[in-house]
């Protein structure tokens, strides 16, 4: 799924959100690939986030792009909150 795919979501972000914690969904148009690999990488690996990382990097990615979009108040269920969000890409960015 490419980026603008997800972004066009609804809820935005979700379909990245789903791969990484296993919950598939179905969206107009959109079917997720994979879905029977892709889909609960946390679930695969035993609930070790560290195994999860790709997935994680681009749904904070997507989530990045939806608050420069509609700015750090718009908000999604499937994105932690603008400020935090930040916080935690600069964690990641750190090896923290």
Do not use: W
């Not at 990097?57 to 969000?85: I, W």
Request: glycine fraction near 4%; proline fraction near 6%; hydrophobic fraction near 30%.
């Amino acid at each position: 799924m490419g980026m603008e795919e997800a972004l066009n979501a609804d809820p935005p972000c979700h379909p990245l959100a789903c791969a990484i914690q296993g919950t598939l969904r179905v969206y107009p148009a959109i079917i997720l690939p994979s879905a029977k690999t892709a889909s609960d990488c946390i679930q695969r690996n035993s609930y070790k986030e560290d195994k999860c990382q790709s997935q994680i990097d681009e749904l904070y990615k997507c989530c990045n792009l939806f608050y420069q979009r509609h700015g750090d108040d718009a908000k999604t269920v499937s994105c932690p909150k603008a400020n935090l969000l930040r916080l935690k890409m600069k964690q990641r960015s750190q090896g923290v």
